[in-house]
């Protein structure tokens, strides 16, 4: 065998050829991916356009921050209950109390933490801002818009949140 077939390429010199073009790739993804908070989107405008659904009356969580713990009612009837907090592993959840049943409602994923909440109560859809710093240092904003009715995720979306109005008091 010559030594042409039976040499191994440089591992280093592959990654360092491969990096760049990774990381480009990715910032192509995420710029994007990102909705402007510019108010153009029916994301955005819904979330915009709904109620704040209150915190928690009786926080458990401590550190204190915002929780929510929170019972709906919408105008056929159907009650569920927010629960949820902006924290490690927080998620928003919905409870439905007729069934017995509890449905994740939105997830970030990790160190992307809940941060506001709301509802359109006619429409039957409950919107999620989330919030946070990923392992690699970047900021990000998520909102999601959520069927209460359906038990589905209708979309999920990262935005600029320059553009977005100010977050629901606690």
Not at 25 to 39: E, K, N, S
Not at 136 to 158: C, D, K, M, P, S
Request: charged content about 20%; overall charge neutral.
């Amino acid at each position: 065998m010559s030594q042409e077939q039976t040499s191994v390429p440089n591992p280093g010199k592959e990654i360092r050829l491969i990096a760049p073009k990774v990381s480009l790739v990715l910032a192509a993804a995420c710029w994007a991916a990102c909705i402007p908070a510019d108010g153009q989107s029916a994301l955005i405008r819904g979330y915009r356009a709904a109620a704040c659904v209150a915190g928690s009356q009786n926080p458990e969580v401590t550190p204190r921050t915002r929780e929510w713990d929170t019972p709906l009612s919408l105008p056929d009837g159907l009650r569920v209950v927010v629960r949820g907090a902006q924290m490690p592993g927080g998620v928003i959840v919905l409870f439905y109390p007729q069934t017995g049943s509890t449905v994740v409602a939105a997830n970030a994923g990790d160190y992307i933490y809940p941060s506001d909440v709301r509802v359109d109560l006619q429409k039957g859809l409950l919107y999620v801002k989330s919030q946070g710093v990923t392992w690699a240092g970047a900021e990000q904003t998520w909102l999601f818009e959520y069927n209460i009715h359906q038990r589905r995720l209708v979309q999920r979306h990262r935005v600029d949140d320059s553009g977005l109005p100010e977050e629901c008091e606690q």
